[in-house]
């Protein structure tokens, strides 16, 4: 049976703790000072180092060559306090979630009376001071106020507002706060190195965000991933079907959809994820994810690397591609879209309606009136501006429906070709990542069987012209230009009015000879009655 990471890998000194500088550095100087006081107070999340720190500060006091801010880890106090050791009876440490009444506090009073059996100090180590209750800690206020000379406090809590503020005032608080990803990724690559496990990139990162800057968390998902592992390798796969995570071969998908209005293709991985079981407020999150890093992307993208640590450089190349689609304001649009469904969907009945009404929002730019709507609307028409040619004049009648046809995605045809190289580029690196021959289509030569695509030049393509009609054909009365030309040459003819059957059927009506005008008969004038 072997011992979790968290407890194997329990640092012994202070210079082992990682991520709380700001905490180690003065309490090393104190001891260093012997200007050590009589009650600490540590705080901070779970996970990050509080408890380890304060038998690490048992440890520092009680030493031989002490106090001393590195303790020798030879003599009997430092051996029995080291990680893995059976304990000393001058440490005592008190889970206050169930000793935390008026009866637990007299205990403690009176056994703090006594002096301690061998090292220099007794130190009570109070975790989870929060749960003590009022009365429990108005019993320890006398002797944590003014304790006997051998007497150390250190009390270890997430939750310091709830400790009084007697004892607060009493104490040095030195707040500890969550290990930054950067730190806690080369802890973990050492981890893994000490324990013979080939990670595979991208596995890491996973880790850490699951983890959430707690170093106990991560290394717990880190223990059940290695102990999953077959023949001493961690792959990604495993990995994100182990952690629930959305691959990030569908987060691509995604992307390209929203960028090419594909609905079909957006809803069929909305289906992919319903039919695997994942969880959509997590699949939800993800997007929200992949959103933040494509506008970070999008901003810096010679520099990517120094954000997005541990991420591999084909997924960071894929970042790089997919925000050259797409605009800063539709990005934003998008992550403001995605946070705001994220957040109804806490406690919803139907997540999946939740899903695919956040879908729909997002191929919607104009279902709303917002800035930036607004600022997703104009990135689409620059980029088919850019990619499409000349945009189409609106006549005075649609005017009226020019914020429809603003909702409709500007050729489709060069944004699928857009999405088809970064596409291409995507399973080239795909391919080059697991060792298999790169597609044909990534190699730029066509599959066999196939016809090579045609490249369309990118300006406007002209519109094909109808067949002109003889010129009886014309009718003066369907067209203003033609009206206009014919009265400038023939000044003296009338227009005739069309019949009913010819604009009904224009194509079915015989080419009609031109009338005769009819001249005008004189009117009889009234004879005057006698």
Not at 447 to 474: C, D, I, R
Request: proline content about 9%; aromatic content about 4%.
């Amino acid at each position: 049976m072997s011992t979790a990471l968290y407890r194997r890998y329990r640092p012994d000194t202070f210079g082992d703790v990682i991520g709380q500088e700001h905490v180690t550095a003065p309490l090393m100087t104190a001891l260093e000072k012997n200007r050590v006081n009589h009650a600490y107070l540590f705080s901070g999340p779970r996970g990050c180092g509080k408890t380890t720190s304060a038998r690490i500060l048992a440890r520092c006091l009680n030493c031989e060559q002490g106090p001393t801010p590195v303790p020798c880890g030879t003599c009997p106090s430092c051996v029995d306090l080291a990680n893995g050791g059976p304990g000393s009876l001058d440490v005592i440490e008190i889970d206050a979630a169930s000793h935390g009444g008026v009866d637990d506090a007299r205990d403690l009073r009176e056994r703090a009376t006594f002096a301690p059996t061998r090292d220099r100090y007794k130190i009570f180590i109070i975790d989870e001071a929060h749960m003590v209750t009022a009365a429990g800690f108005n019993a320890l206020l006398k002797i944590v106020e003014e304790p006997p000379a051998h007497i150390k406090f250190i009390f270890a809590t997430t939750e310091p507002e709830k400790v009084i503020g007697t004892i607060r005032s009493r104490t040095h608080h030195y707040p500890f706060r969550l290990v930054p990803p950067e730190a806690l990724l080369a802890y973990l690559q050492v981890l893994c190195e000490r324990e013979s496990v080939a990670v595979a990139e991208g596995v890491l990162p996973l880790v850490i965000r699951a983890g959430g800057g707690s170093v106990r968390d991560t290394l717990s998902v880190l223990d059940q991933l290695i102990a999953g592992a077959r023949d001493g390798n961690l792959d990604y796969e495993t990995a994100i079907a182990l952690l629930g995570y959305t691959h990030s071969t569908l987060l691509d998908e995604v992307t390209l959809s929203l960028h090419e209005s594909d609905g079909a293709g957006l809803f069929g991985a909305i289906d992919r994820i319903i039919q695997t079981g994942l969880d959509p407020r997590r699949f939800v999150e993800d997007v929200l994810e992949r959103f933040r890093d494509l506008i970070i992307a999008k901003a810096m993208p010679e520099g990517l690397e120094k954000i997005l640590r541990g991420v591999p450089e084909d997924q960071l190349e894929s970042l790089r591609l997919q925000a050259g689609l797409v605009g800063a304001g539709e990005l934003s649009r998008w992550a403001d879209v995605t946070n705001k469904a994220l957040s109804e969907m806490t406690g919803a009945t139907s997540p999946r309606l939740h899903l695919e009404l956040l879908a729909a929002r997002l191929m919607l730019p104009g279902s709303q009136n917002s800035d930036s709507a607004f600022a997703a609307r104009l990135d689409r028409l620059e980029r088919h501006a850019m990619t499409g040619g000349a945009l189409p004049a609106l006549d005075e009648n649609d005017a009226a429906s020019a914020g429809a046809s603003m909702n409709a995605t500007p050729n489709p045809g060069a944004a699928r070709q857009g999405a088809a190289a970064v596409r291409e580029a995507l399973a080239a690196a795909k391919s080059r990542r697991d060792g298999a021959p790169e597609p044909a289509e990534a190699q730029g030569e066509p599959v066999a069987g196939e016809q090579a695509p045609q490249v369309q030049p990118n300006h406007a393509q002209p519109q094909p012209q109808a067949p002109e009609a003889p010129a009886q054909m014309q009718q003066p009365a369907q067209h203003a230009e033609p009206v206009q030309a014919q009265r400038t040459e023939q000044p003296q003819e009338t227009p005739q009015p069309v019949p009913a059957e010819q604009e009904t059927h224009p194509q079915q009506s015989a080419p009609s000879q031109p009338q005769p005008q009819p001249q005008p008969q004189p009117q009889p004038q009234p004879q005057p009655q006698p």
